[in-house]
C-alpha cells in the first residue's frame, strides 16, 4: 500500500528534530586582564579580540572610546561575587573595574560585520544597534559602592539609547539612598561594600524608528538565581523609553564624593539564565 504524500511527509517532518537559534550572549566582560590597567578591552590592556562576539573569542564590546573631559576604568586587584538567599553563586571570572568621578569611557557593542552570528538581534532600522522590535533582552552587572553613601550619592551604568541610569542616582528628594531605574526605585537601599546584582528585562515594542520610544524595561535588585525567570516581582519598570542597545559607561557623583565604584560581570544576552549563571 502506498502512503499518500501528505501522510509521508507528517510522518518525516515528525522524525526530523526542530532546530531553533541557539540563544548566546552579546556582551560578557568579565575584567579578565591585569589589575591597575587603564581603559581595559583597549588593544593595548590586552583585548586583542575586540569587535567580536563572545563565540567568537571576544567580549562582544568594540575598543573604549575616551572623549574629551571622560577618565577611564582602572582594572582593581580583585573581582566581585554574589551569592543569593538560597546560597546560589553566581559564575564570575577575571578581576572588576573601579569607575572614575564623573562620566568613564564609552563601551560600544561590536558593530555589525559579514558572518555576525547575532545578526537576528539588530534592530532593522540601524544594524549597529542590538533590540529588534517585538524581541526580548537581558542584562546584567555587579556593583559595589565603598565610602559614604548619601542621596547625593550617584554610581551608575548608562545604558540604551536614552541612556537609563541603572544603580545609586536620582535620591535627592528621597528619603534614602534606593536603587533604581532613571526615576523609578526599587526598596532597596544601597549599603557601603554590598555587592549588589542588577538585573534587566528589555521588551522592544514595535517601531519604524531606531529613536522610537516604545520600549518597557523591567528591573530587579538580587534576585534569587537558577531559574528560567525570576520569581520575584521587578524591583522597578520603566517604560515608554528608548532602550536599543548601542554602548554603555558609568557616570559616578559628585566628584568630591568620599566614595568609590566598582562595575563586574556585565553581561547582555536573550535569557535570564544567559545573564544569571550559576556555579555549578
Given at each position: 500500500?502506498k502512503?499518500?504524500s ?5 510522518g ?5 528534530p ?5 540563544s ?8 579578565a586582564?591585569?589589575?591597575g590597567?587603564?581603559n581595559p578591552?583597549?588593544?593595548?590592556s ?10 567568537q ?6 575598543a573604549?572610546?575616551l ?16 551569592t543569593?538567599a538560597?546560597?546560589?553563586s ?6 572588576a573595574?573601579?569607575?572614575p568621578k564623573?562620566?568613564?569611557a ?7 560585520s ?5 545578526q537576528r ?5 540601524n544594524?549597529d ?9 537581558w542584562?546584567s ?6 565610602g559614604d553613601?548619601?542621596?547625593a550619592?550617584?554610581s551608575?551604568?548608562?545604558?540604551g539609547q536614552?541612556?537609563m ?16 531605574i ?9 549599603e557601603?561594600g554590598?555587592t ?14 531606531s529613536?522610537?520610544?516604545?520600549d ?23 517604560e515608554?523609553t ?5 554602548d ?5 557623583k559628585?566628584?568630591?564624593g568620599n566614595?568609590?565604584?566598582t ?18
Amino acid at each position: 500500500m502506498k502512503l499518500s504524500s501528505s501522510v509521508f511527509c507528517l510522518g518525516l517532518c515528525l522524525a526530523l528534530p526542530i532546530f531553533a537559534a541557539r540563544s548566546e550572549l552579546i556582551v560578557y566582560e568579565g575584567y579578565a586582564y591585569p589589575g591597575g590597567i587603564e581603559n581595559p578591552g583597549d588593544v593595548s590592556s590586552g583585548g586583542s579580540k575586540e569587535g567580536m562576539a563572545p563565540s567568537q573569542g571576544g567580549t562582544g564590546l568594540a575598543a573604549p572610546k575616551l572623549p574629551s573631559g571622560r577618565q577611564p576604568l582602572v582594572v582593581t586587584e580583585e573581582g566581585l561575587s554574589f551569592t543569593d538567599a538560597a546560597g546560589k553563586s553566581l559564575q564570575v571570572s577575571g578581576l572588576a573595574a573601579k569607575a572614575p568621578k564623573n562620566d568613564s569611557a564609552v563601551y560600544p557593542l561590536y558593530t555589525s560585520s559579514g558572518g555576525d552570528p547575532l545578526q537576528r538581534l539588530r534592530d532593522p532600522a540601524n544594524a549597529d544597534l542590538f533590540g529588534k522590535p517585538g524581541s526580548a533582552l537581558w542584562f546584567s552587572f555587579l556593583m559595589k559602592v565603598d565610602g559614604d553613601i548619601t542621596t547625593a550619592t550617584q554610581s551608575v551604568l548608562k545604558l540604551g539609547q536614552s541612556h537609563m541610569a541603572l544603580g545609586l542616582c536620582n535620591n535627592d528628594r528621597s528619603d534614602a539612598p534606593y536603587l533604581r531605574i532613571s526615576g523609578p526605585a526599587s526598596k532597596v537601599v544601597a549599603e557601603s561594600g554590598e555587592t549588589y546584582l542588577i538585573v534587566g528585562k528589555i521588551e522592544y515594542g514595535e517601531s519604524s524608528s531606531s529613536s522610537d520610544r516604545n520600549d518597557t524595561v523591567l528591573f530587579w535588585v538580587n534576585p534569587q538565581l537558577g531559574e528560567s525567570e525570576p520569581v520575584e516581582p521587578p524591583s522597578a519598570k520603566i517604560e515608554g523609553t528608548n532602550a536599543k542597545l548601542g554602548d554603555f559607561w558609568t557616570e559616578t557623583k559628585p566628584e568630591d564624593g568620599n566614595f568609590t565604584s566598582t562595575f563586574d560581570e556585565i553581561r547582555i544576552g536573550e535569557t535570564f539564565l544567559e545573564v544569571t549563571p550559576v556555579n555549578p
